[in-house]
């Protein structure tokens, strides 16, 4: 098929664009159609990379601060031509899947979710510390998205889901069925080789891999072990991070943004990986179990498809840090085998990902009826219950 590829923007880095690098490393003859790009701030890989950008990228100032354009985004990507192809595959977390098709073109959307400042606003805007002037003028814009980004969905001929939690959403917000293939993880990358024989008195830190952004609640974490006494490190940055430092004690010790390169060791050698966010998803929990190290997460999301409670890690059930404090308090690393959360984790590769996505969109191609590939839980024989194991 002759194929393009539709994501919403490309200005900063992380989980959408590994999603991209997957899906581009087996169609890579595809051009990728997005709004912006700023390789600036993307690796330099992508600079060889087709990418055909909207004019909203010509816009002063868009690429470092893109709300005040919002109300652009439905003109830019309704804008392209895309004639001539026979499957357009968007990767959308916002209004990439709304790109207007020829009635010949197979038209599929790997949903990251439905956009989450259109859908979930008012969690959206507590977190994002919105004031009331700017809730008021927003209110109008934002019943015209929606109204948009609902009829766009219609333009859609599957959706696909990146977990449980985003087939929910997609079947609430859009009324549409899906099919569940979760997002590709490089978990070579965290082999846990002979980080089971360290012991566990080696293992001294709690671990936060995020940006520090405040839906990310990594406030918990920080207020929880500061509470506890214990050590944490956070890896990663943003603009929240001059808050979350005012909160911590000196058991909590800011990194900043890590090198890829570092980051299999730093979560091979901590005690627990601390997931404290509602995600769509959640990559870095996966990857820390890739190294063989169990997660104490928020019971909410996506890590109800990716931790297995006693076996990988294990839950807190109020997104506070009195629950995580307790959650942590009844932690014991020797109730966990390193070997059986990583081969757990081995279920969401990329080349898992990679199969799956190429074998829907073939069936597809062909017009084959599919029921969706729905989850199957850990210790069964295949962990998405379709045509691949």
Known sequence: MKTAIVVSWLNQYGGAERVLEAVHEVLPEAPIYTSMFWPQAMPVGYRGWD???????????????????????????????????????????????????????LSVCY????????????????????????????????LWLRQWDRLAADRVD??????????????????????????????????????????????????????????????????????????????????????????????????????????????????????????????????????????IAYAAGGALDTVVEGVTGMFFHEPTADALAEAVGRFRPSDFDPAAIRRHALQFDKRVFQRQLLAFLGQQQQGQQQEPWNYVPYGQSSFAAGRLS
Not at 64 to 93: C, K, M, N, T, W
Not at 96 to 104: K, L, Q, Y
Not at 126 to 136: K, S, T
Request: aromatic share 10%.
């Open 111 to 142: 949903c990251l979710t439905p956009t989450r400042f259109l859908w979930s606003y008012p969690a959206y805007a507590e977190h994002e510390r919105i004031g009331p002037l700017a809730n008021v003028l927003l209110k109008p814009i934002l």
């Open 51 to 105: 990418i055909r950008v909207s004019w909203l990228d010509r816009l002063p100032l868009i690429k470092r601060h893109h709300q005040p354009f919002l109300a652009l985004y439905p003109l830019a990507f309704e804008g392209f031509d895309l004639r001539g192809y026979d499957l357009v595959l968007s990767i959308s977390s916002g209004f990439a899947h709304g790109v207007i098709t020829p009635p010949e073109t």
């Open 158 to 295: 599957q959706f696909i889901a990146i977990s449980s939690e985003v087939q929910r959403r997609i079947a609430k917000y859009y009324r549409r069925t899906s099919t569940l293939i979760f997002p590709p993880v490089e978990t070579d990358r965290f082999a846990a080789a002979g980080s089971e024989k360290m012991a566990d008195a080696e293992r001294s830190y709690y671990l936060v891999v995020s940006r520090l952004i405040p839906y990310k609640r990594v406030d918990l974490a920080v207020q929880a072990l500061t509470e506890l006494g214990l050590p944490l490190v956070v890896a990663g940055d943003g603009r929240d991070r001059a808050r979350l430092e005012s909160l911590a004690g000196p058991n909590v010790t800011f990194l900043g943004r890590v090198p890829d390169a570092d980051l299999p060791g730093l979560m091979a050698r901590c005690r627990a990986f601390i997931f404290p966010g509602y995600e769509d998803f959640g990559i870095t929990p996966v990857e820390a179990q890739a190294a063989g190290r169990p997660v």
